[in-house]
T-cell receptor, first 113, second 113 residues
Framework: NAGVMQNPRHLVRRRGQEARLRCSPM?????VYWYRQLPEEGLKFMVY????????ESGMPKERFSAEFPKEGPSILRIQQVVRGDSAAYFC???????????FGPGTRLTVT | GENVEQHPSTLSVQEGDSAVIKCTYS??????FPWYKQELGKGPQLIID?????GEKKDQRIAVTLNKTAKHFSLHITETQPEDSAVYFC????????????FGKGTTLSVSS
């Protein structure tokens, strides 16, 4: 049973470009969480999604960031018009049910030049 | 909202010694407390968790204790080995709401042989 998969593992974007990060949850998991980790810091919650629904986006910046988890395919975290401060590691985690254990993927390391 | 404090930020031990990491949380409604191990360049790995109806849980060399009254929980690693060297994160959440994990800032554990 494959774990949580994320791609790309590394992404370099110039300021003003768009970044798209993908997350495929573990088989049988329909709950996805996105977290951001800045250098030397812990993980900060961004958004919680179930299939086709955003459940909690309280940690998501109000502008430029969006997330989706369509009926078919991976969850996508989209960052428009990236700025240097968006450089970080972005992790997704999946869970089999509400309140269940969260299993993390390997992360996408975004660098904005 | 919930706030999780973690101490110490760095911990150095000799191989074979025990290591203890402590966390406190602020929201008395939190009822789920996982611990994650993160190695360099990798995603967080769930190593043990505890729910608020349990005071202690053990898994081989790892144990977690929870004191709901004092709102703190601890990770204990016995007979440490060099491969235990990593960053350890505690987290808290309210599972009935399916809410996100709130993480501490992490403890860098170094085990020297």
């Amino acid at each position: 049973n494959a774990g949580v998969m994320q791609n790309p593992r590394h992404l370099v974007r110039r300021r003003g470009q768009e970044a798209r990060l993908r997350c495929s949850p573990m088989k049988g998991h329909s709950h996805v969480y996105w977290y951001r980790q800045l250098p030397e810091e812990g993980l900060k919650f961004m958004v919680y999604l179930q299939k086709e629904n955003i459940i909690d986006e309280s940690g998501m910046p109000k502008e430029r960031f969006s997330a989706e988890f369509p009926k078919e395919g991976p969850s996508i975290l989209r960052i428009q018009q990236v700025v240097r401060g968006d450089s970080a590691a972005y992790f997704c985690a999946s869970s089999p049910f509400t309140g269940g254990e969260q299993y993390f993927g390997p992360g996408t390391r975004l660098t904005v030049t | 909202g919930e706030n999780v404090e973690q101490h110490p930020s760095t911990l150095s031990v000799q191989e074979g010694d025990s290591a203890v990491i402590k966390c406190t949380y602020s929201d008395s409604a939190s009822n789920y407390f996982p611990w994650y191990k993160q190695e360099l360049g990798k995603g967080p790995q769930l190593i043990i968790d505890i729910r608020s109806n349990v005071g202690e849980k053990k898994d081989q060399r790892i144990a977690v204790t929870l004191n709901k009254t004092a709102k703190h929980f601890s990770l204990h690693i016995t007979e440490t080995q060099p491969e235990d060297s990593a960053v350890y994160f505690c987290a808290a959440s309210k599972t009935q709401a399916g809410t996100a994990l709130i993480f501490g800032k992490g403890t860098t554990l170094s085990v020297s042989s």
